[in-house]
């Protein structure tokens, strides 16, 4: 097949202990997932169905990385975050089938640019300019699914240049890694190389260049981030 220009390279994840990749083809991401958050962010949970927002496959980046300070924002933040990679076709899944759809999970951050989600949010707006660009969905080596073991009394924190600013348990979470599974199932047909960032714990807050972000997750690889100077 011949193409007007060359296509972009698959995004991939490293996964450990394999050579192999997982390569990447969706990004979901879960809103207000923990109570706390919601509150810091002036809202509140919506306890009746999850909602979520996407980020496009570009947006990845691995951990270790470091990023320019992106464009059209003054107001940078981070959001730490369990990542699920799924392994295998998941349509109208039930709950107590879904944790069988996971490959494994990683440590992320989902970075923001949240101003322009702000601003968005006041004129009724989608958030995509807020929350779809560059280097915002930051990914950490994935580890399998039984190598991890259940999803709850982990530990997930953040630090930004050593101090810690997001920490709390995985169980804090309002909905469960096989509620989002089986939920966001009967909106479409997911699927291997789908990634869900589950929601993230209060705490967030603004980067500069020169921050350096680290986040861990009990059981997980960590995630390391730095921010650049803006281009």
Not at 64 to 86: C, I, K, Q, R, S
Not at 108 to 136: C, I, N, V, Y
Not at 170 to 194: E, F, K, Q, R
């Amino acid at each position: 097949m011949k193409y007007l220009f060359e296509p972009q390279p698959v995004r991939a994840a490293a996964v450990l202990g394999e050579a192999a990749q997982y390569p990447v083809r969706r990004i979901f991401c879960v809103g207000r997932n923990y109570a706390e958050h919601a509150r810091e962010m002036g809202g509140e949970v919506d306890r009746e169905t999850p909602f979520y927002f996407t980020k496009s496959a570009e947006a990845l980046t691995r951990s270790g990385a470091t990023v320019p300070y992106p464009p059209g924002t003054a107001d940078f933040h981070h959001e730490m975050e369990l990542v699920v990679a799924l392994g295998a076709p998941a349509f109208r899944i039930t709950k107590e089938a879904a944790p069988g759809a996971v490959f494994g999970y990683a440590s992320g951050l989902d970075m923001t640019r949240r101003d322009l989600q702000a601003a968005a949010k006041e004129k009724r707006r989608p958030w995509d300019t807020g929350k779809d660009f560059e280097h915002s969905a930051v990914l950490g080596p994935i580890t399998k699914a039984e190598d991890f073991g259940v999803v709850g009394p982990q530990a997930i924190t953040c630090a930004v240049n050593g101090v810690q600013r997001q920490a709390a348990h995985l169980a804090d979470m309002v909905w469960s890694v096989a509620d989002i599974i089986s939920h966001l199932s009967t909106l479409y047909h997911l699927g291997p190389g789908d990634l869900i960032y589950t929601g993230t714990p209060a705490g967030v807050g603004a980067v500069r260049a020169g921050d350096v972000l680290e986040g861990q997750i009990e059981g997980l690889a960590p995630v390391r981030l730095v921010i650049g100077a803006a281009e």
